[in-house]
């Protein structure tokens, strides 16, 4: 079965240091997301794109944080520099894109800023 | 802005008891999904709900949205301890997008 792949799984960084983590979406899937998810809430969209273009980047902190998806198929979401508040975990998901397709996850990237 | 909250926010049950989330959302949707994301997982698809009023079943799980399109519900039967984890309901944030809002989400606790 096909799924969205994320590195790194675990990362620790010391506030004011750069952070990146990978996501490559399911094949074919034309839509890919980042999503954080703060422990005990839910997921919180950060960006999503539709191919290479970015279609809703609303709830992005553009100060410290930029994603690109380059050629349409894998993403990489940036935090520079990292505070404290910005631990979290970091799913990345994707879906063939359209209204009302399921999202697929990927098993996130846990985020501790120390 | 949009919001939707689920209740309770934590349940405690002993194995075999059933179990039921409610799902409220702020403003009509065009359809439901939910997610089930086990302790230190990731969300994964549970099922999507797309006319007023449907209900499904999935084995022991029976989902059914509202007919308003504005709440669903999630219920177990005779729960099991592999029921753990936070069960979510989303929907999308305005009508046409293929993007999801989030609930806030139940966390069940099974007790053997």
């Known amino acids: 079965e096909a799924e969205v792949a994320q590195s790194p799984r675990y990362k620790i960084t010391e506030k004011s240091q750069a952070v990146a983590f990978w996501c490559d979406p399911i094949s074919g899937h034309a839509t890919l997301y980042w999503y954080r998810q703060i422990l005990g809430q839910g997921p919180e969209l950060l960006v999503q794109f539709q191919d290479e273009s970015v279609v809703d980047d609303s709830q992005l902190p553009k100060d410290r944080f930029s994603a690109e998806r380059l050629k349409g198929v894998d993403s990489t979401l940036k935090i520079q520099p990292a505070e404290l508040g910005d631990s979290a975990m970091y799913l990345c998901a994707s879906s063939p894109g359209g209204t009302g397709n399921t999202i697929y996850f990927g098993e996130g990237s846990w985020l501790t800023v120390v | 802005g949009q919001q939707v909250m689920q209740i309770p926010q934590y349940q405690h049950v002993q194995e075999g008891e059933d179990f039921t989330t409610y799902c409220n959302s702020s403003t009509t949707l065009s359809n439901i999904q939910w997610y089930k994301q086990r302790p230190g997982g990731h969300p994964v698809f549970l099922i999507q709900?797309?006319?007023?009023?449907e209900v499904k079943k999935q084995k022991r799980l029976t989902f059914q949205f509202g007919e308003a399109k504005k709440n669903s519900s999630l219920h177990i039967t005779a729960t099991q301890t592999t029921d753990v984890g936070t069960y979510f309901c989303a929907g999308p944030p305005q009508t046409g997008a293929n993007n999801l809002f989030f609930g806030t989400g139940t966390r069940l606790t099974v007790i053997p």
């Open positions: 709900l797309v006319k007023s009023g």
